[in-house]
Nanobody, 125 residues
């Protein structure tokens, strides 16, 4: 079992920044692929970013956030971060942290077994 807890969501003006955090427990963090997804009302959950396990720490981004968002991890703190800059109203959603030990493709939510409860991000114009 893996337990995930997100924090850092809130209300921000367009053009502003937020940093989301997700802390994991219950399984060796360094072996987990970690992902961020988001879901707006009436829409399906969509991929935002992911970072692979191991020393390589390969990152993946949705086209819509490339160049604005940065995912990183601190294995000593069992934490993954999502730094969000130049936020737009279209980024408004509930953001979910996800994890799994064995993932071939990080882009699909069905590939992750463990999920946090989500944190709300609202970007005003």
């Amino acid at each position: 079992q893996v337990q995930l807890v997100e924090s850092g969501g809130g209300l921000v003006q367009a053009g502003g920044s937020l940093r989301l955090s997700c802390t994991a427990s219950g399984r060796t963090f360094s072996t987990l692929t970690m992902g961020w997804f988001r879901q707006a009302p009436g829409k399906e959950r969509e991929f935002v970013a992911a970072i692979s396990s191991g020393s390589a720490g390969t990152t993946y981004y949705a086209t819509s956030v490339k160049g604005r968002f940065t995912i990183s991890r601190d294995n000593a703190k069992n934490t993954v971060y999502l730094q969000m800059n130049s936020l737009k109203p279209e980024d408004t959603a509930v953001y979910y942290c996800s994890a799994d030990q064995y993932i071939l493709s990080p882009y699909q939510p069905l590939n992750y077994d463990f999920w946090g409860r989500g944190t709300q991000v609202t970007v005003s114009s």
